[in-house]
């Protein structure tokens, strides 16, 4: 049957939650960029809005200035919600390794309680007696 309809594909391993971390903030650190670029053209709008007089020309700027205002408080939100998903996944990761620490833990306890039990096994209470007395 495989000659009729061929193989599945392979499937690729599912990213792990610090790759996940990574990409998010990559991306939180390009609309930061973004962000920059945005107040550096703000500054030029207000440099230029304070040279002109009231008119047309002014409110023209005016426009360009708020446009961009708008931009970058959309960037802002953005990179908080970015912020805070990177936020929520560092916290699922050291969850699961305070668990996967938690069980590690349990089984060293294990083993050491088996140790004990084998090691008090070994004790002749009986012979403790008698070397006391």
Same mark, same amino acid.
């Given at each position: 049957?495989?000659r009729?309809?061929?193989?599945? /594909?392979?499937k690729?391993?599912?990213p792990?939650?610090?790759?996940? @971390?990574?990409?998010?903030?990559s991306?939180a650190e390009?609309i930061d960029k ?5 107040d550096?053209?703000?500054v030029?709008?207000?440099d230029?809005?304070k040279?002109?007089?009231e008119g047309?020309a002014?409110n023209?700027?005016?426009? /360009? ?10 960037y ?13 996944m560092e916290?699922?990761?050291?969850? @699961?390794q305070?668990?996967k620490?938690t ?5 060293a306890?294990k083993?050491?309680?088996k140790?004990?039990?084998k090691?008090y096994?070994q004790? /002749?209470?009986?012979? @403790? ?5």
């Amino acid at each position: 049957m495989n000659r009729f309809f061929g193989k599945a /594909k392979p499937k690729a391993p599912p990213p792990s939650l610090t790759d996940c @971390i990574g990409t998010v903030d990559s991306r939180a650190e390009s609309i930061d960029k973004k962000i920059a670029r945005l107040d550096a053209e703000l500054v030029k709008y207000k440099d230029q809005m304070k040279k002109m007089r009231e008119g047309p020309a002014k409110n023209t700027v005016k426009q /360009k200035a708020l446009r961009v205002l708008k931009q970058k408080r959309m960037y802002e939100q953005q990179r908080d919600n970015l912020a805070q998903q990177s936020f929520n996944m560092e916290q699922a990761n050291y969850t @699961i390794q305070a668990l996967k620490d938690t069980k590690t833990t349990v089984d060293a306890m294990k083993l050491g309680v088996k140790e004990m039990k084998k090691a008090y096994k070994q004790v /002749k209470i009986d012979q @403790i007696e008698v070397s006391l007395l």
